[in-house]
């Protein structure tokens, strides 16, 4: 099937979607988590083949945990799928209700975007997300995986697809593009007049070639070069927990740490202490002059350290002089997404929030809480990096758009 037929089709099941029952959709949510938990073994045979490819060609550790799925995966994925059933319809809420003087009743009510294209790399749990939260949002999706998943996406469509079937809405409310060739990606990039809006789900090199080839709107999403900062009245043992989840817990996915900064009075308690407990995990420190006379046998740090998001068991370390330029660091290298500050002080605190620009900024928390499922949305379909339309975790409102209705009794102008 080419790219334009796939959008054809989309177009039609989005015409089914948008005003299909929120019942209806909910049903159809859970036909999909039955399925899924009904077919673990053939996503996890589609998914053996993905994972076995990407050992052969050499992928990285934390790479191929992005990529795996087990049995408890699986199950997570459709618990997650419940949960967006669970959740409020966005579809037909009433943002507000004015009067005019002459009597017009404007309502400012939301719509469902229409057909959502989604390009995203090597986590086949993406492939659901999308799909759900699309559908209780009442937009189909065209979902553009990468080949180091493409076994395991092609499977988990086609189970979602027979689930919404007999569920009684379209197969083609999810649809997955089977070419993984870039030329098919920029086709999708290009699909002016069937994708209402593409969201890229990946690295910088990903978003990057998005947004500099589609033509049809996009939204930023994604890239996370997060930073933990220490100041001088930071507890020592909370700043150690933080930056040890925030660091290692899952260190390939956006929401981790990837550089650490710390207040020069604090520095010489604090690091021998973070290093050490971040050892455990092996952690690769790159610090700056500073932090290798304090630690010793640790890598000097460079301008590429600094700026580069590393997915993988590699942290920046740079002591720093005081609050500010710890926040000038972060404006000069952030990407936006979720940044932290450990202090029990107020003012420092609140300076910190106030001056740090970015999606999400944490104070005494670690950055892994910027996720849509722990925000309070369902499963999230991408982090907006950018300022307009959505920022932050894009949940089920972010899915949608607004209809201005509005009732007359004969008025003109």
Same mark, same amino acid.
């Given at each position: 099937?080419?790219?334009?037929?796939?959008?054809?089709?989309?177009?039609?099941?989005?015409? /089914?979607?948008?005003?299909?029952?929120t019942?209806l959709?909910?049903?159809?949510l859970?036909?999909?988590?039955?399925?899924?938990?009904?077919?673990?073994?053939?996503?996890?045979?589609?998914n053996?083949?993905?994972?076995?490819?990407?050992?052969?060609?050499?992928?990285?550790?934390?790479?191929?945990?992005?990529?795996?799925?087990?049995?408890? *995966?699986?199950?997570?994925?459709?618990?997650?799928?419940? /949960?967006?059933?669970?959740?409020?319809?966005?579809?037909?809420?009433?943002?507000?209700?004015?009067? *005019?003087?002459?009597?017009?009743?404007?309502? *400012?009510?939301?719509?469902?975007?229409?057909?959502?294209?989604?390009?995203?790399?090597?986590?086949?749990?993406?492939?659901?997300?999308?799909?759900?939260? %699309?559908?209780?949002?009442?937009?189909?999706?065209?979902?553009?995986? @990468?080949? &180091?998943?493409?076994?395991?996406?092609?499977?988990?469509?086609?189970?979602?697809?027979?689930?919404? &079937?007999?569920a009684?809405?379209?197969?083609?409310?999810?649809?997955?593009?089977?070419?993984?060739?870039?030329?098919?990606?920029?086709?999708?990039?290009?699909?002016?007049?069937?994708?209402?809006?593409?969201?890229?789900?990946g690295?910088? @090199?990903?978003?990057?070639?998005?947004?500099?080839?589609?033509?049809?709107?996009?939204?930023?999403?994604?890239?996370?070069? %997060?930073?933990?900062?220490?100041?001088? #009245?930071?507890?020592?043992?909370?700043?150690?927990?933080?930056? !040890?989840?925030a660091?290692?817990?899952?260190?390939?996915?956006?929401?981790?740490?990837?550089?650490l900064?710390? #207040?020069?009075?604090?520095?010489?308690?604090?690091?021998?202490?973070?290093?050490?407990?971040? *050892?455990?995990?092996?952690?690769?420190?790159? @610090? %700056?002059?500073?932090?290798?006379r304090?630690?010793?046998?640790?890598?000097?740090?460079?301008?590429?350290?600094? &700026?580069?998001?590393?997915?993988?068991?590699?942290?920046?370390?740079? +002591?720093?002089?005081?609050?500010?330029?710890?926040?000038?660091?972060?404006?000069?290298?952030?990407?936006?997404?979720?940044? %932290?500050?450990?202090?029990?002080?107020?003012?420092?605190?609140?300076?910190?929030?106030?001056? +740090?620009?970015?999606?999400?900024?944490?104070?005494?928390?670690?950055?892994?809480?910027?996720?849509?499922? &722990?925000?309070?949305?369902?499963?999230?379909?991408?982090?907006?990096?950018?300022?307009?339309?959505?920022? @932050?975790?894009?949940?089920?409102?972010?899915?949608?758009?607004?209809?201005h209705?509005? !009732?007359?009794?004969?008025?003109?102008?």
């Amino acid at each position: 099937m080419t790219l334009i037929e796939m959008g054809k089709n989309a177009k039609l099941a989005a015409g /089914q979607l948008m005003t299909a029952s929120t019942p209806l959709k909910n049903s159809a949510l859970e036909a999909i988590a039955d399925a899924l938990i009904k077919n673990t073994d053939i996503i996890l045979d589609a998914n053996k083949k993905d994972t076995e490819s990407a050992k052969a060609r050499g992928i990285s550790e934390s790479m191929l945990d992005r990529l795996t799925l087990t049995s408890t *995966r699986i199950a997570s994925i459709a618990d997650a799928t419940r /949960q967006v059933a669970s959740l409020p319809d966005p579809v037909g809420q009433v943002d507000s209700t004015v009067i *005019r003087p002459n009597g017009l009743k404007i309502s *400012r009510v939301r719509v469902p975007l229409g057909v959502i294209g989604m390009i995203f790399e090597a986590r086949p749990n993406v492939t659901v997300d999308a799909a759900v939260l %699309c559908l209780k949002s009442g937009n189909a999706v065209i979902l553009r995986g @990468g080949s &180091e998943a493409i076994h395991s996406n092609i499977a988990l469509t086609e189970i979602m697809q027979n689930a919404l &079937e007999k569920a009684g809405l379209s197969r083609f409310s999810v649809q997955i593009i089977s070419d993984t060739s870039r030329e098919t990606a920029k086709e999708l990039m290009r699909l002016n007049g069937y994708i209402d809006l593409l969201i890229p789900r990946g690295g910088a @090199g990903l978003i990057r070639t998005v947004v500099e080839n589609a033509t049809v709107p996009v939204v930023e999403t994604g890239v996370g070069n %997060c930073h933990v900062y220490i100041d001088e #009245h930071a507890q020592i043992d909370m700043g150690v927990n933080i930056i !040890y989840n925030a660091k290692t817990s899952r260190p390939s996915v956006c929401n981790a740490a990837e550089t650490l900064l710390v #207040h020069k009075n604090i520095a010489e308690q604090f690091l021998p202490k973070a290093y050490e407990k971040l *050892r455990e995990k092996n952690v690769e420190i790159r @610090g %700056c002059s500073e932090t290798v006379r304090i630690l010793g046998n640790v890598k000097p740090a460079t301008d590429t350290d600094y &700026e580069t998001e590393f997915l993988d068991y590699i942290l920046a370390v740079k +002591v720093v002089d005081s609050v500010d330029e710890a926040i000038l660091h972060i404006k000069k290298y952030s990407s936006g997404h979720s940044e %932290c500050i450990v202090t029990d002080s107020y003012p420092t605190a609140e300076h910190f929030l106030s001056q +740090v620009d970015a999606a999400a900024v944490y104070l005494n928390a670690s950055t892994r809480f910027t996720d849509g499922g &722990e925000f309070g949305l369902g499963a999230e379909i991408g982090i907006s990096t950018q300022k307009m339309h959505v920022r @932050g975790p894009m949940g089920l409102t972010a899915l949608t758009s607004i209809k201005h209705i509005i !009732y007359g009794n004969g008025q003109i102008r």
